[in-house]
């Protein structure tokens, strides 16, 4: 974190400074202090609509009280009132058993796909589909966890497609996203929907012609805001804990979704290229 590293209670260092907040600032503070248990699952956006005020004020407030942004502080709310055990999953008490923990991330992970499957608009699928299987080119942006989500689709679609690669690094995400044109398309995954990087370059794509899509967990967030097309997570997982899980394999199945619907729509090719990548990988196996 920042300053406030060694104080664990982001909201009693928020009533501490209280009284040196501006008005607006104040009208944030208050907000938080009535509601700190929803604040740690909204975004910027949804919390500045709720306090009557701009993402600058909120912004600006987390800043006046020692913090990076608000991402930063809270993550600090966060770890203020939630339980440590939840941090690391959910639904693990710290009587579990090895068995408990067992049926417990299974069906977390479970439930999280059927969810996404559920919520999904097939219609959002389809153009999805239709627009990838249309690319001249084709590329994915993650970074941290969803930087693995992104390689893993590389690894499917690149024998289905003329062009396709993944980027994890942020630089290597912009340079290459300033060199689209209309008719390539972009992958952005975030679970928060709150990553700046991601969002960031996704918007670069965005102004120079390329088709964006989203898979997020973040249904009013900031990378809803630069992608065409939002394909929804729905996983009880929660942005502070530090490795995601459950939305990790939802995210995983929407991306085979959309590969099976790709190669579909060119059978023959991808049966060919499917031959082709089997044949070169023969004589690397026992």
């Known amino acids: 974190m920042s300053e406030n590293e060694n104080n664990s209670n982001a909201l009693l260092q928020l009533q501490a400074h209280y009284n040196s907040l501006r008005a607006s600032e104040r009208k ?16 910027i956006k949804a919390l500045s609509e709720k306090a009557n005020v701009s993402d600058t004020s909120v912004i600006r407030m987390c800043k006046a009280i020692g913090y990076n942004g608000y991402h930063d502080f809270k993550i600090s709310v966060a770890q203020s009132i939630v339980a440590p055990q939840h941090q690391i999953h959910e639904e693990i008490s710290d009587d579990d058993s090895i068995s408990d923990i067992l049926r417990k991330v299974m069906k977390a992970n479970v439930k999280a796909i059927e969810d996404t499957m559920n919520f999904m608009d097939t219609q959002l699928i389809q153009q999805a589909v239709d627009a990838i299987a249309n690319s001249n080119r084709l590329e994915f942006y993650g970074v941290g966890g969803s930087g693995s ?13 003329n062009y396709c690669i993944a980027y994890s690094d942020p630089h290597m995400q912009a340079m290459s996203a300033s060199t689209m044109k209309k008719g390539d398309v972009v992958v952005g995954i975030s679970h928060s929907g709150n990553t700046k990087d991601t969002v960031d370059n996704l918007r670069i794509a965005s102004n120079v012609g390329a088709t964006t899509i989203a ?9 809803t805001e630069v992608c065409s097309i939002v394909l ?52 690397k196996r026992y």
């Open 215 to 223: 898979i997020t967990g973040g249904l009013k967030s900031p990378i």
């Open 28 to 43: 944030v503070a208050d907000y938080i202090l009535n509601y700190p248990d929803k604040i740690i699952y909204e975004s």
């Open 149 to 161: 989500v992104a390689m893993d689709a590389q690894h499917k679609f690149f024998k289905y497609c």
């Open 232 to 283: 929804p997570v729905v996983a009880k997982e929660k942005f502070y804990k530090p490795e995601p899980m459950s939305s990790r394999l939802a995210q995983l199945s929407i991306i085979d979704v959309l590969a099976t619907g790709v190669a579909f729509t060119r059978p023959d090719d991808v049966l060919q290229s499917l031959q082709k990548t089997r044949e070169s990988i023969t004589s």
